[in-house]
């Protein structure tokens, strides 16, 4: 993600400053542009935030939550604002996203793709007119070596079915005897196979008729192309927590 957004940040006209990646990396000192394959850049990765930080008016973060935690610390003392798409957060960490923002703009998303943002708004408001007599079931499919489930994008979802319909309890596996399907269960499953990069449904069940919400990526470059969006939506902002909903003027 780092490289993708290096290379599509110079085409669309903005200047990157700063590149930083964890004490050990095999990237270190190396120059992104080469990197990202978009020629010398004159950027040397780093290990050192602040360092990184110097210049900068927005700082864009795909990385592990310990490292986010550490980005807010350093971006809340440099005064410069924060763009994140890492999951996964620790509680503490989530917590410190609202510190961070009393001090500068922090935008967070589980997925930056501003089609699934979309797709959120579209399945809640699905959800409230087609009423209680429809079941809802997620599925969400990634390539053979993501790491966690389900996805961030699939709990997203599933916050969107929740802030439409109350008392939702999520099920993330049927096997054997499990019984009629209750009424406030809402199902969440992962697949994994292949290079497939993204694809989430939200299937909308009724008697007699069925909606299926569907978005799929095609390609990386639209998590890059979002968090780009979103920092150049963020930028001169006054200090806060943003969502994709605020970028799309939501």
Sequence with gaps: ????????????????VGAVEAPGSAHLGRDLGELAGSGNMGVAISDDLSAGLLGAEVAIDFSTSASLSRLLTAARRAGVAVVSGTTRLEPAVEKQLDEAAAHVPVFWAPN??????????IVAEAIRKLGPGFDIEIVETHHRAKVDSPSGTAVRLADAARSAR??????????????PRREEEIGIFAVRGGDVIGDHTVHLLGMGERLDLTHRATSRDLFARGALRAAQFVRGKPPGRYTMAHVLGG
């Design 1 to 16: 993600m780092g490289g993708t957004i290096a290379r599509l940040a110079v085409s669309e006209g903005m200047t990157v």
């Design 112 to 121: 930056t793709s501003v089609g699934v943002q979309v797709l959120a708004e």
């Design 166 to 179: 109350q008392g939702l309890a999520a099920v993330h596996g049927r096997e054997g005897n499990v019984g």
